[in-house]
């Protein structure tokens, strides 16, 4: 059994950056950390984020999605998993434009949201696994990637 649900992944980008991200051109992405939300409701759930670690470490050189452009700049932190079989993502990219600044068009092409990635200045996982343990009624598993 494929186990499935939203995922966040944290990320730490040690410079400023500018990014050709896709159709969105050139970004400016400023020194922080950034939490990305996605969905791994697909056939293969949660390997996803094994895909993005990989895409991350520069195993994987495939750029699919927004995300994939960002994650060979930055240092992958964590990922949030939240278990499920509901479409959480735009329900927390909601929650997170509250407290943290959107990247406005990144990795929301298939639904009505602003954003899917957001900026903090300071770590943010406590704050995400927070909020992603009130939306799902329970606790968030945290997964690292061995580096």
């Not at 927004?66 to 060979?72: A, K, R, V």
């Not at 943290?100 to 990144?106: A, L, P, R, S, V």
Request: glycine share 8%; aromatic share 10%.
């Amino acid at each position: 059994m494929t186990i499935k649900g939203t995922y966040v992944l944290i990320l730490r980008l040690n410079n400023d950056t500018d990014i050709i991200v896709g159709k969105l051109r050139g970004l400016k992405f400023k020194k922080g950390f950034y939490a990305y939300i996605g969905s791994a409701l697909g056939t293969g759930g949660f390997k996803r984020v094994t895909r993005h670690f990989n895409v991350a470490s520069g195993k994987n050189h495939v750029r699919k999605w927004h995300i994939d452009y960002l994650l060979p700049q930055t240092d992958v932190i964590c990922a949030v998993l939240l278990p499920t079989y509901v479409a959480l993502e735009c329900t927390i990219a909601e929650k997170f434009s509250e407290l943290f600044k959107e990247i406005t068009g990144f990795g929301c092409t298939d639904c009505a949201c602003r954003s899917h990635l957001f900026f903090s200045g300071t770590n943010p996982e406590n704050k995400v696994a927070e909020i992603c343990d009130k939306v799902t009624g329970i606790e968030s598993i945290i997964l690292r990637p061995d580096i």
